[in-house]
């Protein structure tokens, strides 16, 4: 029976923890858990227990037994009438789970030979009754009994001896932040003191012998503890922070209070191990997790429909992280990319769902791009709106008047109204309504008069077909014919339909750069002549619009070679451009020399109402790059080698944007040499990102065997490692290969499926790969469904979140979908099919 849970039906809970206190006996197939829990009722109504998969052995209220035949007879809540119960009284639970037997990775659950948890979103259920809700909050007390050598939670350490360890956690939190670990751990260690001159003790844990790949997630914890300091007046508030690497992990990483858990792969770092995208990644995931200590932790959602109220603020808090200790310019580029690939893709299809959605079945199938990203890009207008000093303010008032409490999308407005003196409720719908606004511009001169008209319109999504007029901030400026800027950046604010703007007294007719800093997450239709995108790449002052100039450029380019066309010239004439002032700003001329991916050129043509076909795309990519690189060989050729690392290796800005600018122009270059300078590069790599790299080229080339091979003997070892090499084979290979090479490394004993990140290499890997997984012949689709059929029994939120491979399915030919929707039928005819992906396999097929 599917339940929905609607946002309309949420209620007060009729009772306030004072105290929760939790005792395990930690053993891998039968650990006991006593709780005591001290409510004191707050409304009228009864209690309500949260329980799955439990196995009780007592129930009490103020020590009575309770009659274990109130038990729910399977799962669901556990129900104490109001009129059994005094104002104020201790529940009491004994319960015995089986973390060895979780496989699904949610509650207790054991990750090679240690006792870990995941507890959000309703994870905490199936460790005890509990009103498992993000609003009731109450402080921890925690006893561990294990013989496992580290024993952690939450909060401060109050007392440790053999075998047995005892956490307070002061601070009020719901369960889904409570954390426990129990394992042979070692830590690297560090002290931190606070603005208001606290010391607080630093630990990250990793298995006896992974300490050296440990200390860039360190040092990237001390810069977030600075940087909240400084960019918001955060402080930490408890005397340890503990940082826990764990190699079984459905998600990155989990914010429990004082106790992060993440998966190992954004903890462990060395340059031999790890590429700088995961030198960057681990800085910007610990400061998430970080940074969700003021907001989420202290501050946290009073339901799940609020998610985007903790995770777009903290996706927006950590954006801004990484700009500061990178370059800001290439962040926001990077952050607009991700944007579209998986945003726009999910807003644009049939899972489209807004920032706070009004209903769910499974709340795990909503940690979305849309919760996320646009939940920050959300944010991002509200800055832009009031201004940045204003910002601040506004977030001061947050945390001064909701410290302490779970909160609602309507607070968040209310301290935005509150300081600024606007009326947001036409802005909220950017909370409440789905889809991407398509908007488009016209131009009018005369006069020196420049008109610009605006006209804004958002498709019909599912559940919603009106989509009125959103307030769009436009943050545009003009570009003189000679290159000057003639107005610098100026916001619009668009809040009707339709709507003109005009600037007069300009000498000669500028060209406008369009949304500048991506001031609104939107799609842009306008008429632009191929003479203004190059003078907008070569003289805007704003990165960003430069960058879409560019990339407006190139996508022109593929699409029109996907149509069969030649197109193409003047993206080779502004390369020329990028070229010779790529040293200035390597990161920016790689991003620039980077083509747009398949599947952007796919969402492009079906913008443009065409039906995209995969091989046609496929292969207009690959024509272009090699008339490309044939065209500005001795440029590209020389840039390689000029980006060649000097000295140590260092994952920072500088250093990582000359190895994209290497790597940007290698893969032109393979185009031409079949592999020949990938191979010398892989041979002579000093780190992952060009070994990683170079090996990609290879596999692109066909001419990776002896380095796959080289590959696999240096780092079999390393399961981190071994991720990528399963993960880069089908997602390079060439389309009419990678199903077969997909389905040869499945067959490997080392494809340990069960493990979320082997999952996500290969099977991910092959969903990556746009014209192997879309193949004609529906094999790809078969090949990932298959795969998704074996893991839904044993984990089924990983297998949920793969489902979305299948979202962009309706705009394919009419072969392509059907083959599509009966690999998902058959995935939804599976026997005792989990509602995590019995709701996403409907959603797509609806
Ligand atoms: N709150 C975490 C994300 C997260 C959500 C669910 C999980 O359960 C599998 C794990 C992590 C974050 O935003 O980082
Ligand atoms: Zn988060």
């Not at 979780?102 to 949610?106: Q, R, S």
């Not at 200590?293 to 932790?297: A, K, Q, R, S």
């Given at each position: 029976m599917t339940v929905t849970q609607y946002l309309a039906d949420w209620r007060p809970y009729p009772f306030r923890i004072a105290r929760t206190r939790l005792e395990f006996d930690l053993a891998p197939r039968a650990t006991r858990v006593r709780s005591r829990i001290e409510f004191q009722r707050i409304g009228p109504g009864d209690l309500a227990l949260d329980g799955a998969g439990l196995k009780t052995l007592s129930l009490a209220i103020d020590d009575q037994p309770l009659d274990l035949?109130?038990?729910?007879?399977?799962?669901g809540q556990l129900v104490i009438p109001a009129?059994?119960?005094?104002e104020r009284f201790t529940f009491a639970a004994e319960v015995e789970i089986d973390p060895e037997a979780?496989?699904?990775?949610?509650g207790l659950y054991l990750s090679g030979g240690m006792f870990c948890t995941q507890?959000?979103?309703?994870?905490f259920r199936h460790i005890t009754w509990y009103p498992?809700?993000?609003?009731?909050m109450a402080p921890f007390e925690v006893a561990i009994r294990s013989d496992q050598p580290v024993l952690l939670s939450n909060g401060n350490p109050v007392a440790a001896g053999p075998g047995e360890a005892v956490w307070h956690d002061p601070w009020p939190k719901p369960a889904y932040l409570f954390a426990l670990v129990a394992g042979d751990l070692r830590a690297i260690s560090d002290r931190f003191t606070t603005l208001s001159g606290r010391s607080v003790a630093l630990n990250v844990w990793v298995r006896p012998g992974d300490e050296p790949r440990a200390g860039y997630a360190l040092e990237s914890l001390v810069r977030a503890m600075r940087w909240d300091e400084q960019a918001y007046g955060r402080e930490y508030d408890l005397d340890v922070f503990n940082i826990v690497a764990v190699?079984?992990?459905?998600?990155?990483?989990m914010e429990n209070k004082g106790l992060n858990i993440f998966n190992s792969k954004l903890v462990l770092a060395t340059a031999e191990t790890a590429t700088d995208g995961d030198y960057e990644r681990i800085e910007g995931v610990i400061g998430h997790e970080y940074f969700h200590?003021?907001?989420?932790?202290r501050i946290t959602c009073?339901?799940?429909?609020?998610l985007s109220l903790k995770e777009g603020l903290t996706v927006f808090r950590d954006q801004q992280f990484t700009g500061a200790m990178r370059s800001a310019a290439v962040k926001r580029i990077q952050d607009v990319q991700t944007l579209r690939a998986r945003q726009f893709r999910e807003d644009a299809g049939p899972l489209a769902h807004p920032p706070?959605?009004?209903?769910?079945?499974?709340?795990?199938?909503?940690?979305?791009a849309t919760v996320y990203e646009k939940g920050a890009e959300v944010i991002g207008m509200l800055k832009r709106l009031v201004g940045d000093d204003l910002y601040r303010k506004t977030l001061d008032l947050y945390f001064d008047r909701h410290d302490g409490q779970a909160c609602t999308i309507e607070d968040w407005i209310k301290v935005f109204e509150d300081t600024s003196?606007?009326?947001?409720t036409q802005f909220k719908r950017w909370y409440t309504d789905a889809g991407t606004p398509r908007l488009t511009m016209a131009e009018d001169w005369r006069d020196g008069t420049l008109t610009l008209t605006f006209r804004q319109e958002t498709a019909p999504t599912p559940g919603q077909p009106e989509k009125p007029p959103r307030v769009i901030p436009i943050a545009l400026g003009l570009i003189g014919?000679?290159?000057?800027?003639?107005?610098?950046t100026t916001v619009l604010e668009m809040t009707e339909a339709e709507q003109s703007f005009r600037f007069q007294g300009l000498g000669a007719r500028p060209v406008v750069s369009l949304?500048?800093?991506?001031?609104?997450?939107v799609t842009v239709a306008r008429e632009i002549g191929v003479d203004q995108q190059a003078l907008l790449l070569a003289h805007d002052t704003d990165a960003c619009a430069r960058w879409q100039a560019g990339h407006d450029l190139a996508l022109d380019a593929l699409v029109g070679r996907a149509r069969g066309?030649?197109?193409g010239a003047e993206f080779g004439r502004a390369i020329a451009g990028v070229l010779d002032d790529a040293e200035t700003d390597p990161a920016f001329a790689a991003l620039c020399l980077s083509l747009p991916g398949e599947e952007e050129i796919a969402t492009t043509l079906a913008a443009q109402g065409e039906i995209p076909d995969p091989d046609a795309i496929h292969a207009g990519r690959e024509a272009l790059a090699r008339d490309i690189a044939a065209a500005h060989e001795p440029a590209l050729a020389r840039l390689c080698d000029a980006m060649a690392d000097p000295g140590p290796y260092r994952p920072d800005a500088e250093g990582s944007g000359r190895r994209s600018l290497r790597l940007a122009c290698l893969a032109l270059l393979n185009r031409l040499d079949a592999g020949a300078r990938a191979e010398a590069l892989f041979d002579a790599a000093g780190n992952m990102t060009e070994r990683q790299g170079a090996l990609e080229c290879l596999i692109a080339a066909g001419r990776d065997t002896r380095a796959l091979a080289d590959f696999a003997q240096r780092f079999g070892e390393n399961r981190l490692v071994m991720d990528k090499w399963f993960m880069v084979q089908p997602l390079r290979a060439a389309p009419d290969r990678a199903v077969a090479r997909a389905r040869d490394l499945a067959a490997?004993?080392?494809?340990?499926?069960?493990?979320p990140n082997r999952f996500r290499a290969l099977i991910g890997g092959l969903a990556a790969n746009h014209a192997a997984f879309h193949a004609a012949d529906g094999s790809g689709y078969d090949f990932v469904a298959e795969w998704l059929m074996r893991l839904d029994p044993v984990n089924p939120q990983t297998t949920a979140r793969m489902?979305?491979?299948?979202?962009?399915?309706?705009?394919?030919d009419a072969g392509r979908r059907a083959h599509a929707r009966a690999a998902l039928q058959r995935i939804a005819a599976?026997?005792?099919?989990s509602r995590n992906t019995r709701e996403m396999v409907t959603r797509i097929l609806a």
């Open positions: 035949g109130l038990l729910p007879a399977e799962g009129a059994d119960l005094p979780n496989t699904a990775l949610e507890c959000e979103a309703e994870g498992d809700r993000p609003d009731v190699d079984d992990f459905n998600m990155g990483a200590n003021w907001t989420g932790n009073r339901d799940w429909f609020q706070r959605p009004d209903s769910y079945q499974e709340i795990n199938n909503f940690y979305t003196g606007r009326d947001l014919p000679n290159g000057d800027e003639v107005l610098p949304l500048r800093g991506f001031s609104a997450p066309t030649e197109a490997r004993p080392d494809f340990d499926w069960k493990n489902t979305t491979a299948f979202e962009t399915m309706p705009r394919y599976l026997q005792g099919l």
